[in-house]
């Protein structure tokens, strides 16, 4: 922070330097000197070597910004009496909220003519962690359960996926790190491993993983602590200590330590994860002994379920599930996957089948028919969306009317320049459908408690889903036997880094 404005002095008459002071002074200078004609020497030579055809027609008259022109055209700007409104809201204010279209919040309401039966309660809240794929997951499985037992309000513990997940990301990373030990650790995909080891966000894969190894419990078995609803210190903590690791088993490789010296190393390493894991969340229920779950259904009758958390995830048919993308880089009906990303080391690998944004959208209309929700990927913070509003829609901002500028990009060009990628994972409940059966708009259940959106539920509307959705999760059975049979493919590995890895 800069230091707060002082009472103004009078200039000080200069100071006499001494004779080793001046020369001190003039040797930097020659120095200073010195480099700036080394750095003329070199954009010299690489001009002279720039002398192609193609690169004289790239090249502009004028290399560098002109602050003439740059003024001149500055006044010519707010000569225009729309662009002196237009500086004097937009300066002041969110320029999303003073280009709003109220037509587009008009049309974007909360009524649909095809729904689920029964959506998920409470609304819930993953707070300042970015844990919203357990979330979304946990909001699909939790109601099957409140069918089966009959309860109108119900959540499961996203600690409890939580916990083991780091767990499994610790390994996962540290038998990837000996994995790729032959590459250099500076080389890109070790520098993409050691970035974020055991970061918060996940797949619908990853999921899979963990509900097939540890099951499922009731939230008020294992109910949120600090650490997981504020998770950035222990994160913090976990990668720090993971990156020491990852160098650690390196130089015992490049010492030549036998394969039970690593494996008895690595065992100390993650001994070192679970305990810091442990005290940040406290030990989670085991995953083959059983509970005991007390509830009220809607009869207000008590009832109390013994299960093992194993046998308590069996409604969920988490199994059966596959996730469909859209991603128009990469050819359609084609399974892909992703390099050295997932979290139980030899488990469910991330598995794509690429699909058209049409067969996409069928798919989960079908789904929604069928009374089954949709845990779905997404850009969440891509243009035209209002968080407080609740509301997802290309056409909610009007950028063209305050700065004359229109965004054209397609989503293939998005991905491809790192504008947009999968960043959030929430749940789909409803849509509305036109007398073609075309989709208008959708009900989407998102995991950032009441305060945002329409009571925790947002509106996306089918252009904005075109554009920024690339995932959704449904039943194999309710599409094409031709998307099925792309499971079937050997896959396209996309690698780490690719915009496709990215973890919602």
Avoid at 303 to 331: G, M, Q, W, Y
Avoid at 433 to 455: F, H, I, M, Y
Wanted: hydrophobic share 40%; charged share 25%.
């Amino acid at each position: 922070m800069g230091a707060a404005p002082s009472t103004p002095q009078p200039p000080m008459a200069p100071v006499p330097r001494s004779l080793p002071q001046r020369r001190q002074a003039q040797a930097e200078a020659d120095t200073y000197t010195s480099l700036d004609e080394k750095f003329d020497a070199v954009r010299i030579e690489h001009a002279n070597c720039s002398t192609s055809s193609d690169s004289k027609m790239l090249s502009s008259d004028s290399s560098h910004v002109s602050r003439a022109k740059t003024e001149e055209y500055m006044q010519q700007v707010l000569k225009d009496s729309k662009n002196r409104l237009a500086y004097s809201a937009l300066s002041t204010n969110n320029l999303n909220s003073v280009l709003e279209r109220p037509s587009a919040v008009l049309k974007d309401t909360q009524y649909y003519n095809v729904t689920i039966p029964q959506e998920g309660s409470p609304v819930t809240n993953q707070r300042s962690s970015g844990r919203c794929w357990i979330f979304a997951a946990c909001n699909v499985f939790r109601i099957a359960i409140q069918q089966k037992y009959n309860i109108k309000s119900f959540e499961l513990s996203q600690q409890y996926l939580f916990f083991w997940d780091k767990v499994e990301k610790a390994n996962y990373f540290l038998e990837s790190i000996l994995d790729t030990v032959k590459e250099d650790v500076d080389s890109r995909i070790v520098s993409a491993l050691m970035a974020s080891p055991v970061g918060d966000g996940g797949q619908w894969d990853m999921i899979v993983n963990l509900v097939s190894k540890y099951g499922i419990v009731p939230q008020e078995l294992y109910p949120d602590t600090f650490n997981a609803m504020n998770s950035r210190a222990m994160d913090g903590l976990l990668t720090t200590k993971l990156r020491e690791h990852g160098i650690t088993l390196r130089k015992a490789v490049a010492m030549r330590k036998s394969k039970d010296d690593l494996t008895a190393q690595k065992e100390i390493m993650m001994q070192d994860v679970v305990r810091i894991l442990t005290l940040c969340l406290g030990p989670p229920p085991s995953a083959d002994e059983k509970f005991s779950w007390n509830f009220y259904d809607s009869s207000h009758k008590l009832k109390t379920v013994s299960l093992t958390p194993l046998e308590f995830a069996d409604s969920t048919h988490v199994k059966k599930f596959i996730s469909l993308v859209n991603d128009p880089r990469n050819e359609y009906t084609r399974l892909l996957t992703v390099d050295h990303l997932g979290n139980v080391w030899d488990g469910r690998p991330i598995t794509y089948v690429n699909v058209d944004k049409i067969v996409l959208k069928e798919a989960c209309v079908a789904m929604l028919k069928k009374g089954l929700p949709i845990f779905f990927g997404s850009d969440v913070g891509a243009m035209g969306t209002d968080s407080a509003k609740g509301i997802m829609d290309t056409e909610l901002v009007d950028y063209e009317l305050g700065f004359n500028i229109t965004l054209n990009m397609s989503k293939a060009e998005r991905l491809l320049t790192g504008e947009s990628q999968m960043t959030h994972a929430m749940v789909l409940t409803a849509v509305h459908l036109d007398k073609d059966n075309k989709p208008v708009r959708w009900r989407v259940e998102n995991s950032w408690s009441t305060a945002a959106g329409v009571d925790g539920y947002f509106v996306m509307s089918d252009a904005w889903m075109d554009q920024f959705v690339y995932q959704a999760v449904i039943d194999p059975s309710l599409v094409h036997k031709d998307v099925r049979d792309v499971l079937k493919q050997d896959p396209k590995v996309l690698p780490l880094w690719d915009p496709m890895g990215a973890l919602a």
